[in-house]
């Protein structure tokens, strides 16, 4: 194991969990979508370590965080303060965030509230508006995934949910995949690592609807935007107009990929590469295969 398990009390005295790998002053924030957790950076992490110092919290209610008592607190702003608080406690003033879904949303939130702290951004597969059909989707499923008896019967379900999105996987990628969002409960079975409080919050919130194009303006620092090709969360026509609020967006579309790439992709690796590579020893990155 070349990462460190630490957990830390948030802002609210809330338990949560981070993960520690690498060390030095380059220091690569991981933040992972809605009913994810930080096994999700766990490859990509190890892969940059001998570079980066790679932290990558659970956000409440995932994985080894605790669940919060006040459903309320399950949005971006609570994580976003929650990671400060992680971050300074830790002494790290700058840092580079990648963020997957709603990761790169809790980044904009970041960006909007300390834009000084923050050298670059990755988003993965994120917008600042989702589709009308793509939100009913993700509200439909989250905090509602119905019970397996085991983990065979939770690679099948992860695989008829996901494989639109991931298509042409073997059986051995599921088998592995679920491991990273379901846990063992306990009478054995596997089930979902989150509090399904956090579905019926996102549903709660979604009355309001979906625009955060007031944060995305406060991406002033260089960004790099990862977009799959098969997304229905991102779509060509809103990382164009991302652009055209942001003209030194990086925008590199991952082939055969939905929501959301996996960041293991030839694709994803070779333009996180060449985006992080160049840009710290003090050239700026080339870019843009949209």
Excluded at 265 to 288: M, Q, V, W
Aim: negative net charge; hydrophobic residues 40%.
């Amino acid at each position: 194991m070349s990462y460190t398990e630490h957990h830390f009390r948030s802002h609210d005295n809330l338990p949560l969990y981070y993960r520690d790998y690498g060390s030095g002053d380059n220091v690569l924030l991981c933040l992972h979508g809605m009913s994810r957790n930080s096994k999700d950076f766990e490859d990509f992490a190890e892969r940059l370590s001998s570079r980066w110092r790679v932290i990558s919290p659970d956000f409440r209610g995932r994985g080894q965080s605790a669940w919060d008592p006040n459903q309320a607190n399950y949005q971006p702003v609570t994580y976003a303060n929650d990671t400060w608080t992680l971050l300074d406690g830790l002494g790290v003033q700058r840092f580079v965030v990648i963020g997957t879904s709603l990761g790169g949303l809790t980044a904009m939130v970041m960006a909007s509230q300390r834009v000084d702290r923050l050298r670059a951004v990755i988003m993965n597969d994120i917008a600042p508006e989702i589709p009308p059909d793509a939100a009913a989707r993700i509200l439909k499923y989250v905090g509602r995934t119905a019970p397996v008896s085991d983990w065979p019967a939770a690679a099948a379900q992860a695989r008829e949910n996901h494989e639109n999105a991931l298509p042409g996987l073997p059986d051995e990628f599921w088998h592995s995949y679920v491991r990273c969002f379901y846990r063992e409960g306990e009478s054995g079975q596997p089930v979902p690592d989150m509090d399904p409080a956090i579905g019926d919050a996102l549903r709660e919130s979604a009355r309001a609807g979906f625009d955060t194009w007031h944060l995305f303006r406060a991406l002033t620092m260089p960004c790099l935007l990862l977009r799959g090709a098969l997304s229905d969360v991102l779509t060509r026509e809103t990382a164009e107009r991302m652009r055209a609020v942001k003209p030194d967006l990086e925008v590199v579309t991952v082939p055969g990929r939905g929501h959301a790439p996996l960041l293991d992709e030839d694709a994803s690796r070779t333009a996180i590469d060449t985006f992080l590579g160049p840009f710290f020893s003090g050239n700026k990155p080339t870019l843009d295969v949209m």
